[in-house]
């Protein structure tokens, strides 16, 4: 197994512009979680995909923000017109199917908004 | 919603000691199973050890042990014979069961001295 990857792991824009992360996560895992952590906090849910079907969105996730897992495999996250408040890590985890499974964690990808 | 408070923004242990730290939680799912997560500096986070909440007997990982009082809505992790890799933020999560998100407290900062 090689582990939850995502690209970049940093990105720095200006404000206003899009941006879009992607995801790809351990083979076989089915569930794909996007959560977002900003210093000096724990990761905050956002959204998750069971294969290509998006089953749960926070309401963190404003109309910016939007994200797809197309063919069910690695998964996209892509902010809108982004905002200072915006920066933060955004990390990616994958588990195998079913709520009891453990979610096993990307490296993330660090944002900054300038 | 569920809620995890950690309330020991920073610890310290020598090498070789133990060191024990706090985490509570609130939940209303009846059966679930509990995190702890290490985040090393500038590194992804990795999984130390879980607990089902339906079992009595605490989860051990090696080194790595919790004290788990469900009534009490406690989750507490021990670190045996710390060592100066364990050093990290640490952070626990709770509650996956029927809900898929896992929900992080904001963590624990863990200094090992020599």
């Known amino acids: 197994d090689t582990g939850v990857s995502q690209n970049p792991r940093h990105k720095i824009t200006k404000r206003g512009q899009n941006v879009t992360f992607r995801c790809d996560p351990i083979s076989e895992h089915n569930r794909l979680y996007w959560y977002r952590q900003t210093l000096g906090q724990g990761p905050e849910f956002l959204t998750y995909f069971q294969n290509e079907a998006q089953l749960e969105k926070s309401r963190l996730l404003s109309d910016r923000f939007s994200a797809e897992r197309p063919k069910g495999s690695f998964s996209t996250l892509e902010i809108q017109r982004t905002e200072q408040g915006d920066s933060a890590m955004y990390l990616c985890?994958?588990?195998?199917?079913?709520?009891?499974?453990?979610?096993?964690f990307g490296p993330g990808t660090r944002l900054l908004v300038l | 919603a569920q809620t995890v408070t950690q309330s020991q923004p920073e610890m310290s242990v020598q090498e070789a000691e133990t060191v024990t730290l706090s985490c509570t939680y609130d939940t209303s799912e009846s059966d679930y199973y509990l995190f702890w997560y290490k985040q090393p500096p500038s590194r992804q986070m990795i999984l130390v050890i879980r607990q089902e909440a339906y079992k009595q007997q605490n989860a051990t990982e090696n080194r790595f042990s919790v004290n788990f009082q469900k009534a009490a809505k406690s989750f507490s992790l021990k670190i045996s014979d710390s060592q100066l890799g364990d050093a990290a933020m640490y952070f626990c999560?709770?509650?996956?069961?029927?809900?898929?998100?896992?929900?992080f407290g904001t963590g624990t900062r863990l200094q090992v001295t020599l």
């Open positions: 985890a994958s588990s195998l199917d079913g709520t009891r499974e453990t979610q096993y």
């Open positions: 999560a709770c509650c996956t069961g029927t809900a898929s998100k896992l929900t």
